[in-house]
């Protein structure tokens, strides 16, 4: 069961049972049923904005929060296409989000027709297991004989048109961080991803669909984009959580584990993506600055990697990458290479909807306003006073 954070429980279900789906339910108090299955009924607290699921166990060790409007927009997106590309900054939650989404709609409701089965493939784990039981056993196990196979070129096209082709199907076909599956680079694994999602978009019948979720930004690069477009395929942005939801879930995590972080020094170095709690709670004073001398590198040598893929020189560099990352829009083609390295870089992801970049930890974007106040051609100097962090508000693409 759903349960609404600091609401009363029952006045909320007794406000939903009389509720119907996207209505606001009268009562004042702006509660709206999500949606309704049977005798369940997923609510939200308008008022809040954001939905815990205290009955789930994430891998966190957590109840499941947020992410109302990622599960609406993967079920319309599913719905639409063969293969979907699950993508956003490190540590958001994609993986989770996908897990819980099958989890929940595995039992039935309006994907019944195309979520009856389900296999996840963990790439990371090199492991199959047929998602609440629901796979034939053959199925599994051709999966499992599959995945051995999967390093072999067009390994990916090989599992997809195998299963494609079984009798008790359809089925949805989750592989987590698909590109460790594949042997080689990530360009190997964008040209096999690219023939199983052209292969599934030529079969007649949608009996195979495909997610994968992705955490290399190399994926949301517009040359990748470029590529998958045309076969049926969609992508599906993840961004960082609502922080009202990130908070009570900073909490139940502290309270379980503890966390040296406080919320606000949490939040301003790496935002609002769940993740980053197992990383970063556990460290204070020196553990802590490490932490963030290690993100400055990466930022750094990302930043020296984008202005010679741009031709662009470095002190340059520093006033570009603090405007894109404040939000301002690309105006000519040596920015977008730029910015697209530092999408492939792990350090932006792109915001499509309103056409700009957004930084994948507001870290990056206050030290790179900083190094360009200061007049300073090395980030890694920076001292943590000069980063300023307050003064960066996050910034998302759903706003
Ligand atoms: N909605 C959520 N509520 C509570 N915990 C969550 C939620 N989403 C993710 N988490 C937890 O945050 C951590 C990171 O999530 P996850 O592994 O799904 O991120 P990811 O985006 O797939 O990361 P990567 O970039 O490494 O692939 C996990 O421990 C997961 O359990
Ligand atoms: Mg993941």
Redesign the pocket.
Known sequence: MYALIQKNQEEALDHARRGSRGETVPGGRGLQILYCEGERRYFLDAGRGFL?DRDYR??????????DLELDSLEEKLQAVRTLIVY?????????????FLAKKLSGGRLARILRRAVIIDARLKHAEPYLGRVGVDALRLAERLLDALGAPRGLVGLVEELASLAALPLTVFI??FHLLIRGSLEDALAELEAAAGALSKRGEAKVRLVV???EGFFATSRAWRRLYGYSTSYML?EP?NPQ?FKP?YEEYRGKYGCNVDLNTFTRLAGT???Y??DLCPRSGKLLEEWLRERLNHLDTSLHAAAEAAGIGHRESIHVAAQLLAGRSIRDPRERRFIEKLVEENIAYPCIKQARYLPQLPLYAAAVEAAREAGLDDITQLAPEQLKLSRVEPKYCRE
């Open positions: 815990v994430t891998a966190l060790g957590t109840g499941f929060y947020d992410r956003g900054p490190r540590n958001v939650g994609k993986s989770e989000l996908v897990r819980y987590d961080e979720s992705v955490s993840v959580m939801a879930l993506s769940p993740g709690l197992v």
